[in-house]
């Protein structure tokens, strides 16, 4: 089993930056990936972003590619999002996930197997 816990939400107004951190436990579980997901109120899940673990290779949902930046502590199972020139539309949960297994697609949420419990993210006009 593992656990997975998200910091970093808050308030911010649009133009601003974020910094995401998750944390993981159970070192003794493998990891393929990292992955961070969103859901604003009466939307689907919808991926952000990921991180497969043995290459460091990196994803991102075309809406943020080059706002959003994942990347880890390569000493603990832990990934970090930095986010970036925000915009309103970018209000919305935020969930990290943890797969320990290989699956096709990394941007999908059925690839994971553990997942934190969000924390808030709202961006102001």
């Known amino acids: 089993q593992a656990q997975v816990v998200e910091s970093g939400g808050g308030l911010v107004q649009a133009g601003g930056s974020l910094r995401l951190s998750c944390a993981s436990s159970g070192r003794t579980l493998s990891t393929y990936a990292m992955g961070w997901f969103r859901q604003a109120p009466g939307k689907e899940r919808e991926f952000v972003a990921a991180?497969?673990?043995?290459?460091?290779?990196?994803y991102y949902a075309d809406s943020v590619k080059g706002r959003f930046t994942i990347h880890r502590d390569n000493a603990k199972v832990a990934v970090y999002l930095q986010m970036n020139s925000l915009r309103p539309e970018d209000t919305a949960i935020y969930y990290c996930?943890?797969?320990?297994?290989?699956?096709?697609?990394?941007?999908?949420?059925?690839?994971?197997?553990?997942w934190g419990q969000g924390t808030q993210v709202t961006v102001s006009s």
């Open positions: 991180m497969t673990w043995s290459s460091g290779s990196t």
């Open positions: 996930a943890r797969s320990t297994g290989w699956r096709p697609e990394i941007t999908t949420t059925r690839t994971y197997d553990y």
